[in-house]
């Protein structure tokens, strides 16, 4: 596909699931990043995939998030034991390089019940 | 640390109506600056950007300036249309790292 592409759209979940989102970026895009936006917030950053490696994860709230990249493509954000308070957004952004311009995905909507 | 501050809305003008959203910034170092817009079920696209102290961005009719002395960026229209409708997200990016701060965002509504 042309643009970043985020799976599921909408994912509900009960308290304490465990839920993967998938983000797959531009092709040959380099730089891949991860964002959650709250109702009525900015997007607040998670963490930056530079190729296959976590560059900056200090986005990251706690360690029930994870976020893997194994192939520099692909990437997966993952929550553990997961919380109403994680309902948001999840937004995915890649770029060619880092600091050149990120394009976003359409985001997964993320209620947990 | 890094901030970005709005005026919050939501905006209300008619068509051909002048547009300012302000935005102010707190960084250390020399960010980048951006204005996003999110259309109505759309995802975030980049609107226009300025990388340094006195540059102006510019596009689809949108202008801001980078003002390094009042640390903002404020985005300007001369005549807005129906189709501005929107969310506008100002942002920044610290020194290099690609990495965006946002603001919280300003919705505009403009009515024909």
């Known amino acids: 596909g042309a643009g970043v592409s985020q799976t599921p759209s909408n994912k509900v979940t009960e308290k304490g699931k ?25 997007p607040e950053f998670l963490i930056y995939f530079q190729g296959t490696g976590a560059a900056d994860d200090s986005g990251l709230p706690n360690d ?4 893997v990249r194994p192939e520099g493509s692909v990437s997966t954000l993952k929550i553990q034991r997961t919380e109403r308070g994680d ?5 995915c952004a890649s770029s060619f390089r880092q600091n050149t311009e990120a394009f976003f995905g359409q985001g997964t909507r993320l209620t947990v019940v | 640390g890094n901030s970005v501050t709005q005026m919050e809305g939501p905006v209300t003008l008619s068509e051909e109506a002048f547009l300012t959203i ?3 910034y707190t960084a250390t170092g020399y960010p980048s600056l951006f204005w996003y817009v999110q259309y109505p079920g759309e995802g975030l696209q980049l609107l226009l950007k300025a990388t ?10 949108f202008e801001a300036t980078y003002r390094k002395e009042t640390t903002s960026f404020h985005l300007e229209k001369g005549s807005v249309q129906v189709s501005d409708s929107a969310v506008y997200f100002c ?6 790292t690609g990495k965006l701060i946002f603001g919280q965002g300003t919705t505009l509504q403009v009515k024909p």
């Open chain 2, 91 to 96: 942002a920044l990016s610290p020194s290099n």
């Open chain 1, 87 to 91: 309902s948001a957004v999840y937004l």
């Open chain 1, 64 to 67: 029930r998030f994870f976020a």
């Open chain 1, 18 to 42: 465990y839920v993967e989102l998938r983000c797959d970026p531009i092709s040959g895009h380099t730089a891949l990043y991860w964002y959650r936006q709250s109702l009525g917030q900015g």
């Open chain 2, 22 to 24: 302000n935005c102010t």
């Open chain 2, 52 to 61: 340094k102290a006195d540059d102006k961005g510019s596009n689809k009719g």
